[in-house]
């Protein structure tokens, strides 16, 4: 490529980065005209580029035609505070978890190709303490993951399963065999598919019209979590989450009964 043209082309782009963080940032709703004087832009070049702006739903314009934020960046910004509220309404959940099981829990929503970590609050010991958030964590082969999955919060991705340890479900029909055990108990089990030793227990979490948006999980070693005691978290998870949805429906608030950590059976 020429330097001509890269210097073209990067001047378009600062251009364009200039015109769209002023829309973003501007108090009411700009006209190209203004939008072209304040950045000292040909009239005819602002156009063309806020047209390219608009057809990628970065911008668009209002029924004066003046520029605003686009459908993609209002929608971002939206899930962006929806996950905001969900952190906010289920770090009781996680904490209470960790609590009564010593272990680790985390709070997930679907991401783009991986669940995405929103929370954790971490188990009273430091074997199994591995801070989860922003890690890429496959569906098919983390209890969180197959809670979506299961629940059609996402759909199986089309390209192949990674295998990431030798208990790891790679084929298709096995994973949807799992998934159909996944909704008739209510819960989702992993043990040594996304890591070796690692063991863990997920529940979905539904929205007053019964659409799953998240899940939460206790996870630990496998040493001290046995297949009984993951049933038995399954259950409590479960009701932990229902707990806060009732409270949502403004039912009267039930007293938080103690009781003792999850032990080995």
Do not use: C
């Not at 890429?136 to 809670?147: C, D, E, M, N, T």
């Amino acid at each position: 490529m020429a330097k001509s043209e890269l210097t073209t082309g990067t001047q378009a782009i600062d251009r364009a980065t200039a015109l769209l963080t002023d829309v973003l940032q501007s108090q009411n709703p700009q006209l190209l005209g203004s939008l072209a004087r304040t950045h000292d832009i040909p009239k005819s070049t602002t156009s063309r580029i806020l047209g390219a702006l608009e057809r990628a739903g970065l911008v668009q314009r209002d029924r004066n035609g003046a520029f605003l934020a686009g459908q993609v960046l209002t929608s971002f910004a939206r899930e962006q505070n929806q996950d905001s509220v969900l952190v906010a309404r289920m770090r009781t959940v996680l904490e209470a978890l960790s609590d009564r099981t010593g272990e680790t829990s985390n709070l997930a929503v679907p991401g783009n190709g991986f669940i995405n970590l929103l929370d954790q609050v971490d188990g009273q010991y430091l074997l199994g303490a591995t801070n989860w958030i922003g890690k890429r964590v496959p569906y098919h082969a983390s209890a969180l993951g197959k809670i979506l999955l299961a629940y059609s919060a996402v759909t199986i991705s089309s390209g192949r399963l990674e295998r990431l340890t030798d208990k790891t479900i790679t084929s298709r029909t096995r994973l949807l065999e799992e998934l159909e055990e996944v909704r008739r108990r209510g819960f989702a089990i992993i043990e040594d598919e996304l890591e070796e030793g690692l063991v863990a227990v997920a529940a979905p979490i539904r929205e007053l019209d019964g659409r799953v948006v998240g899940a939460i999980s206790v996870s630990g070693p496998s040493t001290r979590l046995s297949t009984k005691e993951l049933i038995r978290i399954g259950d409590l998870i479960i009701s932990e989450i229902d707990a806060v949805q009732i409270n949502r429906k403004k039912k009267p608030q039930m007293p938080n009964q103690k009781i003792g950590k999850v032990g080995a059976a």
